[in-house]
């Protein structure tokens, strides 16, 4: 009997899934499109380069969560001894960390930068505007995600920033809504062990999902519409 080439293999695989699915349709539809030749300037990549950047902070954020224990039995100091075990005893865990601290400071530049040139151009005018507002709010998601992962390392620095940030939000009128949001955000009447609790689920699980799928309406966005002409 003989061996079947490869190639055949390969087209009978292809073959048997896009029956079922239409995947080499919607892979050419995604990788094939023409981009306009006013896109061509480098102010126009700030967006992939966003993309790049969520991409490279959902990596390091796993590798980082691999070794990262926010609690253990209810002693939240396992923090911030995870944090020191993975910046000093783990296999490139500084390198890995320092990629997703400074990574999340350019993200948020880069994001910014992005919606100027989105501004700049005019590309938020009909029929983009629902996409413009996806962007803002991924814009507050980015900013939240870094405020929630700068109590993540459990030290003194952490511990007060985040007890100034908490105030913050707390001091929003009404002063009854002021206080059951910073009730919500602290968990107790202190920041504590619960507040790194919900900033830890809130920073590896909510947010990440909720930019993932915003992400997602925002490609789809721009294919439906295009990229828009500079005015």
Sequence with gaps: ?????????????VQWLDERYPFTKAINEAMY?????????????FGGMVFVLIVLQLVTGILLAIYYVPDARGNPAAAYTSVLFIQNSVYLGWLIRGVHFWGANILIIMVLLHMARVYWTGSYRAPRELNWMVGVIMLLLVLVLALSGYLLPWDTKAYFATEVTIKIAGSAPPAFLGAFIKQVLQGGPVVGPPTLQIFFTAHVFLLPALIVLLMYVHFRFIRAHGIAEPM
Excluded at 1 to 13: G, K, W
């Design 1 to 13: 009997m003989a061996i079947p080439h490869p190639r055949e293999v390969q087209m009978a695989v």
């Design 33 to 45: 499109q023409r981009v306009p030749n006013f896109a061509n300037a480098f102010y126009y990549c």
